[in-house]
T-cell receptor
Framework: EAEVAQSPRYKITEKSQAVAFWCDPISGHATLYWYRQILGQGPELLVQFQDESVVDDSQLPKDRFSAERLKGVDSTLKIQPAELGDSAMYLC????????????FGSGTQLSVL | SQKIEQNSEALNIQEGKTATLTCNYTNYSPAYLQWYRQDPGRGPVFLLLIRENEKEKRKERLKVTFDTTLKQSLFHITASQPADSATYLCALGGDYKLSFGAGTTVTVRA
């Protein structure tokens, strides 16, 4: 069964460093999401893409976070500079594009900022 | 502001019993509601979707109800098994957006 691929699986960095996460959605899925999940909380939407266009980035801290999906396929989320409070699981999800269909999540990238 | 609340306490139940989880929401009119299962260190996995005009959905040992008047969804796991131990997330959707609750952790004792 097709899966959403994410890398790296774990990332440890020091504050003020730059980090980047990569996501490859299921083939043919037009909609791609990046969520952040702090331990004990639910996933919080950071950014949503429809093909290569940003649909919603209202919760993305744009002073330090950036996201792109240049060819409408895979996507990269970057943090520069990282802060202690950025320690969390970063989840990528995709779906074909119909509004009410389920999301397919990757296994996430666990970020620890020291 | 929109708020989604799930059982604040973890749920510990005996194998074979029914687990009932609650999802309440305020300042929201979702077109549909979804339930996901999340194991430690993994991404959520979709379980069930119920639309605003539906009262109940079933899938194997799972049952979901949706009461738009009470602004509440109930999620039931019948004949629970230790393998059902996980965190269960409810998510409310409208248009393109999906917003998640904090989840309820269920532990099923053998």
């Amino acid at each position: 069964e097709a899966e959403v691929a994410q890398s790296p699986r774990y990332k440890i960095t020091e504050k003020s460093q730059a980090v980047a996460f990569w996501c490859d959605p299921i083939s043919g899925h037009a909609t791609l999401y990046w969520y952040r999940q702090i331990l004990g909380q639910g996933p919080e939407l950071l950014v949503q893409f429809q093909d290569e266009s940003v649909v919603d980035d209202s919760q993305l801290p744009k002073d330090r976070f950036s996201a792109e999906r240049l060819k409408g396929v895979d996507s990269t989320l970057k943090i520069q500079p990282a802060e202690l409070g950025d320690s969390a699981m970063y989840l990528c999800a995709s779906r074909p594009g119909t509004a009410n269909e389920k999301l397919f999540f990757g296994s996430g990238t666990q970020l620890s900022v020291l | 502001s929109q708020k989604i609340e799930q059982n604040s306490e973890a749920l510990n139940i005996q194998e074979g019993k029914t687990a009932t989880l609650t999802c309440n929401y305020t300042n929201y009119s979702p077109a549909y509601l979804q339930w996901y299962r999340q194991d430690p260190g993994r991404g959520p996995v979709f379980l069930l979707l119920i639309r605003e005009n539906e009262k109940e959905k079933r899938k194997e040992r799972l049952k979901v109800t949706f009461d738009t008047t009470l602004k509440q969804s109930l999620f039931h796991i019948t004949a629970s098994q230790p393998a059902d131990s996980a965190t269960y997330l409810c998510a409310l959707g409208g248009d393109y957006k999906l917003s998640f609750g904090a989840g309820t952790t269920v532990t099923v004792r053998a």
